[in-house]
């Protein structure tokens, strides 16, 4: 077994539709079970406009005791892009198919291992 932080495997996903970011926190924390990870602290969302820049939505970044998970969620375009960062794998395949069912329609989705 590679030693935690030799390989990370990142896997993005786009997802047709946005939820409130209570309910978004909720979905963070079923993809953090589901692969088996830890929430490393409480995390923190950013509204947009921010500072009176950006479009509208918000950003949910979740740190994790083996990396992170980030939801930017564009609500003037409908969409939810998620990306999934850790040391430890995770099906890929399962945390689309979580997606889906929780957020909306996937739009694109890939990984690749660093």
Same mark, same amino acid.
């Given at each position: 077994?590679?030693? /935690? @932080?030799?390989?990370?495997?990142?896997? @993005?996903?786009?997802?047709?539709?946005?939820? %409130?970011?209570?309910?978004? +926190?909720?979905? #963070?924390?079923?993809?953090?079970?589901?692969?088996?990870?830890?929430? #490393?602290? /409480?995390?923190? +969302? =950013? =509204? *947009? %406009?921010?500072?009176?820049? @950006? @479009?509208?939505? *918000?950003? /949910? *970044?979740?740190?994790?005791?083996?990396?992170?998970?980030?939801?930017?969620?564009?609500?003037?375009?409908?969409?939810?892009?998620?990306?999934? #960062?850790?040391?430890?794998?995770? =099906?890929?395949?399962?945390?689309? +198919?979580?997606?889906?069912?929780?957020?909306? %329609? /996937?739009?694109?989705?890939?990984?690749?291992?660093?």
């Amino acid at each position: 077994m590679p030693i /935690l @932080g030799t390989r990370k495997q990142i896997g @993005g996903w786009t997802c047709q539709g946005v939820l %409130p970011s209570n309910e978004m +926190i909720e979905i #963070a924390l079923e993809v953090i079970k589901l692969i088996g990870m830890t929430p #490393a602290r /409480l995390g923190r +969302i =950013d =509204d *947009y %406009p921010y500072n009176g820049l @950006g @479009g509208r939505g *918000y950003t /949910l *970044y979740q740190p994790l005791t083996d990396s992170y998970i980030v939801f930017d969620v564009y609500t003037e375009i409908n969409e939810t892009k998620v990306i999934l #960062a850790s040391c430890k794998p995770y =099906d890929h395949r399962g945390v689309g +198919i979580l997606l889906r069912r929780l957020i909306g %329609p /996937l739009i694109q989705q890939g990984s690749f291992n660093l």
